[in-house]
Structures are given as C-alpha cells and as structure tokens.
C-alpha cells in the first residue's frame, strides 16, 4: 500500500481559500487514483474530490463543484485540493485515499488513506 500524508488544513474565514496538500511515498503514485473526503463531527465520511492516474479525468461533489479543484503531480508524488470560496459547512476532517484503478466516491473502495487534516470555516 501506498503511505499517505496531509497537509494544508487550518481554520480560515467564510469566503476564503486554502489548499490542501497529499504527499506519498512507498509505491508508484502514478498508479494509483486518488480521492479527497471529509468528515464532520457526527457525520459519515462524505466524498469530496477524485483525479484519474493520469490527472486527465476529475470528479467532484455537486456541493464542491465549483469552488474545489483536485490536482496531481505525479512527479513530486502529490495531490492538492484547492479550496475557494470557503463556507461554514465545509468545516470538517479532510482525508486523502488512493486505490489502483479507476477514482470513485466511495470510501471502502480505497486501500490506502492519509491521517486527515483538519478544515475549520468560521462565519
């Protein structure tokens, strides 16, 4: 499996943005696809974002759409989430995952995750 490490989170201001980071290491990257999730307090972990091997084919939650972008760059082993236009309830535990294959949106399909990073969004 591939190790997965976040970075990026922080508590930030309605309307703003941050950017989210995924490091790897201990596998090919380039093999894998990755997804971002969330969790909020007293939730169940909700899909985010997702990105193709290749970086070609993106996806995304209708309530994200727009305002996040997934990225990769397959040669510094990195994923990143870039966030705009930030809101209150998008204050949650950010997670990345991989799995070989195909990106989906849903959790128990990925193999491997990172230890999350918390987003807070004040109003």
């Known amino acids: 499996q591939v190790q997965l490490v976040e970075s990026g989170g922080g508590l930030v201001q309605a309307g703003g943005s941050l950017r989210l980071s995924c490091g790897a290491s201990g596998r090919t990257f380039s093999n894998y696809a990755m997804g971002w999730f969330r969790q909020a307090p007293g939730k169940e972990r909700e899909f985010v974002a997702a990105?193709?091997?290749?970086?070609?084919?993106?996806g995304y939650a209708d309530s994200v759409k727009g305002r996040f972008t997934v990225s990769r760059d397959n040669a510094k082993d990195t994923v990143y989430l870039q966030m705009n236009t930030l809101k209150p309830e998008d204050t949650a535990v950010y997670y990345c995952?991989?799995?070989?294959?195909?990106?989906?949106?849903?959790?128990?399909?990925?193999?491997?995750w990172g230890q999350g990073t918390q987003v807070t969004v004040s109003s």
């Open positions: 990105i193709s091997w290749s970086g070609g084919t993106t």
């Open positions: 995952a991989a799995r070989i294959g195909y990106y989906t949106g849903t959790p128990n399909e990925y193999d491997s």
